[in-house]
């Protein structure tokens, strides 16, 4: 919005207006104003480690209410910053309420799920993240036109969804699984039948409290996390798909859409309105991934939509590399197919990478392990966003249409990742997941075949 620029990146404002010595490439390449960006992922790695002790020992309702009242300070903060000093300090506290729920939350939906029902339930974050993202959308198109202030009750009303997760972290019953862990298996009975609707719960309680003595034995999770009986874990579900998940290039797309439309000649306003139509695909796509991801399986869905994106992201790049980058605006004809272009690409991530990457790995860690692979997957999700947010912007401008080529070539990496590596793991309860890697072509020589002194080794 151009008040917010001019009350706090009035450089970026005048370039923007001049146009002067530069390619439309480079209009918004400002370290500091992607670092508003940024901070907020750089602080949620961080707190994802506290989330994790918090998540552990108090359960994952307590991290869901910490990570609310984060959310909320730093709504009210953002909402009345005076200097890009408050207006980072809160987007670290939005960082931090992004650091616990991204560590509790998948593993609470995981958790509470029955094994049939899983995917579509853990899609559930996704689907809410992507509903809050188009609702944004909608807020920063209306608010747009409301000078001088309209930023200022953008960012303020953040704090409604805060005071919301507040109320339902408060309502909301813990884990089975988390019980448990705390010792309170009486509790964690009742929930466990009421969750599941009948009383006949005894096998899956039973499977819990194995678990449970096998995580209380547990005295340092994130080191037994590297013992090499859980290399697959490590290596697929806490490194491979959080990181992938972001070099897939679509977060970049829509951290800046506004800015990539306006780039490419859209006006201000239209930009925000085909932000709109891009979170609308992803909404969209993350209800067909919800009804879809159970019956056809996990890898169908991350290789068929990879490779949609692979040849989304040549064609961005070579439409692009002909008609953009001169001084001129796009022709209306070119700028369509580019929207239709990204359109598929996001709709393409959003029933694959985007829900998928929550889903996978909260489904393939064992109870001693999970709260803190859960911390590694945010942690690395939450270092790869910000890697991506703050050099993308930099990247576009001088790698130009090149960075979407890039992007191509590291979908058509993960994507072999994903067909050699990932076992499917559709409706395998969440306990006997391992049983899945001690039969793997791959992963079986490091499951299977361990005497005691060999399963304590870290490498």
């Known amino acids: 919005m151009d008040d917010f620029l ?30 508003f960006t940024s901070s907020l992922y750089f602080s949620a790695l961080v707190m994802t480690f506290f989330a994790s002790f918090l998540t552990r020992k108090k359960g994952r309702k307590a991290s869901i209410i910490v990570g609310a009242l984060s959310f909320l300070a730093g709504a009210i903060l953002n909402a009345a910053a005076k200097n890009i000093a408050m207006l980072i300090i809160g987007r670290v506290l939005l960082g931090g309420g992004i650091g616990f729920g991204n560590q509790a939350v998948p593993l609470y939906l ?37 000078h001088p202030y309209g930023w200022r009750i953008s960012l303020g009303l953040a704090g409604f969804p805060a005071f919301a997760m507040l109320v339902g972290g408060i309502l909301c019953a813990e884990t089975p699984n988390s019980l448990v862990e705390q010792g309170r298996l009486d509790k964690a009975k009742e929930v466990l039948q009421r969750i599941r609707g009948t009383e006949n719960v005894e096998a899956e309680f039973e499977d819990l409290k194995e678990a449970s003595e096998e995580a209380q034995a547990v005295k340092s999770p994130f080191r037994t996390l590297l013992k090499r009986k859980y290399r697959p874990q490590l290596i697929i579900g806490a490194l491979g798909i959080p990181a992938f998940q972001q070099l897939t290039g679509n977060n970049s797309i829509l951290f800046y859409a506004p800015v990539i439309f306006q780039s490419l000649g859209f006006g201000a306003n239209a930009s925000l309105f085909s932000s709109f139509i891009t979170n609308g695909a992803l909404l969209v796509a993350t209800v067909i991934s919800m009804f879809l991801v159970d019956k056809f399986g996990r890898r169908k869905f991350f290789l068929e939509a990879g490779f949609e994106m ?5 064609i961005t790049g070579a439409v692009l590399a002909v008609d953009f980058g001169h001084g001129k605006e796009l022709g209306r004809g070119v700028s369509a197919i580019l929207v239709v272009v990204i359109f598929l690409f996001v709709l393409a991530y959003g029933r694959s990478w985007g829900p998928l990457g929550w889903l996978v790995p909260s489904e393939l860690f064992p109870l001693e392990i999970r709260s803190a692979a859960q911390s590694i997957v945010v942690c690395v999700n939450m270092i790869f966003t910000a890697l991506v947010a703050q050099l993308f912007l930099m990247s576009l401008c001088h ?43 791959f992963w079986r020589r490091f499951v299977t075949d361990q005497d005691p002194e060999t ?3 870290t490498v």
């Open 6 to 35: 001019k009350e706090f990146f009035p450089n970026v404002y005048r370039r923007k207006q001049m146009h002067l010595h530069e390619t439309d490439y480079c209009k918004y390449d400002d370290q500091v104003l992607t670092l």
């Open 110 to 146: 995981s958790e509470m799920a029955p094994a049939k029902n899983r995917g579509a339930v853990n899609q559930l974050f996704q689907f809410t993240t992507c509903a809050g993202i188009l609702i944004a959308n909608l807020v920063n198109y209306a608010t747009a036109k409301l």
């Open 310 to 314: 692979i040849c989304c992201m040549i």
């Open 399 to 441: 790698l130009k249409f090149g960075i979407f080529l890039l992007f191509a070539g590291l979908i058509f990496f993960m994507s072999c990742f994903i067909f050699f590596l990932l076992p499917e793991t559709k409706k395998v309860p969440i306990e006997e997941i391992y049983l899945l890697f001690e039969n793997h072509w």
């Open 455 to 457: 399963s304590k080794e």
